[in-house]
């Protein structure tokens, strides 16, 4: 698809959304919340080249993105958050030209994933975030030969993700605190899981010459110095 200039035709659309009145506020938190979407979709074409001049690439592609925030119970120190988003893409790069070996490309891939997190305030300078995600990708890849007249699979499957994780954070003063994490992970491609564990001391400084922004004492346990700017 293109213009009548010839170049490429690209189509973006963009819808955000944010309404609280999709639910009704009750006295038990988990009844009312906010849901805040995003649906964008990528539509992109391309024109003949001088070296394959019957070849056309095509890719459409849609991403949904929905949260919904609602405190539990009567107060501000409980937050739950439960997402859903989605991406389809579909890729279509189609060169029927004999002389250069014709064949056509395609991808048709669907990802959907859940995430859910609760983040409790269980004291006035402590905070606990724990929660868990999943995503399923699913994806097909063939190429059409024009020459031999059929079709090879290059891949079909499916991989799937999980995790749990949890955070744990005191801060000791306003310019001081500690972070505690453990994150579980799950993968179809490997037997079993693993676990990563960090600790992080945040700081934060005035002065602005020990500012290193990451100092790692290992892979998963390190201190960040940030600058105060009041």
Known sequence: MSNASGHPFQAFCEVSVDSSCLFSPQNVGMLGGSLTGLITVV??????????????????????????QSKLGNSDDSLLTSRVYTDFLNYNFDNPDPNTFGTRDEVNRRAI??????????????????????????????????????TQVNYDGDISQGALFARYEVNFTP???????????????????????????????????????????DAVFGWVLVPHFN
Do not use: C
């Not at 080249?49 to 949904?64: C, F, G, H, M, N």
């Not at 609760?118 to 020459?147: C, E, I, M, P």
């Not at 605190?177 to 934060?204: C, E, H, M």
């Open 175 to 217: 310019s001081f605190s500690v972070n505690l994490g453990v994150r579980q992970d799950f993968n179809s491609l490997v037997n079993g899981s693993f676990t990563s564990p960090a600790t992080w001391i945040i700081y934060l400084t005035n002065n602005m010459s020990n500012f290193p922004v990451f100092l790692p004492w």
């Open 43 to 68: 539509m992109i074409a391309s024109t003949p080249s001088a070296i394959a001049p019957k070849a056309r690439q095509y890719t459409d592609e849609v991403l949904l993105d929905l949260t919904w």
């Open 113 to 150: 994933g859940v995430q859910v997190q609760h983040n409790w305030q269980v004291a006035k300078n402590q905070t606990l975030t724990y929660g868990a995600d999943y995503r399923n990708t699913r994806s097909r890849n063939t190429t059409f030969s024009y020459t031999t007249n059929s």
